[in-house]
């Protein structure tokens, strides 16, 4: 089964460095992710069409982007050379902003003092799977509870 190493790479979306130099070391970063061997980089956080067109004729490779409310469609990142737009982690964002937002800071200290620092690992590794699954059952509009594997009958 073939895979694609999407490397990601947050200089924009976490603003290191002096914002006019953010173009040109996500440049620099992801060309080192390629010449390392990933199939197609992923500069989080770039969002202006026009940036993004400009990152793709730089790097000349593959290149994943975050779709997001307000970016143009589809068509029009693929005619700049876009190769992926992710969608998923929109979800994600969401949940996120709404748990920053509205759950105070005394919960997780509830959390801390009724769970170990292991349990607290394992409770967090199980709320990944199930957000995975979550994901999934988002992006292919999967009705939860109506999953049926099929079964293949052996020639007869």
Avoid: W
């Amino acid at each position: 089964m073939p895979i694609v190493l999407n490397a990601r790479c947050d200089i924009f979306h976490l603003q290191h460095g002096e914002e006019g130099t953010r173009f040109a070391a996500t440049v620099e970063r992801c060309k080192s992710y390629l010449a390392a061997g990933a199939d197609c980089v992923y500069p989080f956080g770039v969002r202006d069409p026009a940036t993004i067109a400009a990152f793709v004729e730089a790097v000349g490779a593959p290149v994943n982007i975050t779709g997001r409310p307000g970016m143009p469609d589809a068509a029009v990142f693929e005619r700049i050379g876009v190769a992926r737009i992710t969608i998923a982690s929109a979800a994600t964002l969401v949940a996120m902003s709404a748990i920053q937002k509205n759950v105070p800071d005394e919960v997780f200290a509830f959390a801390r003092a009724r769970f170990s620092e292991e349990e607290l690992v394992k409770l967090t590794l199980a709320i990944v799977a199930i957000n995975g699954a979550n994901r999934i059952n988002v992006a292919f509009r999967a009705v939860p509870g109506n999953y049926r594997p099929s079964v293949r009958r052996a020639a007869e």
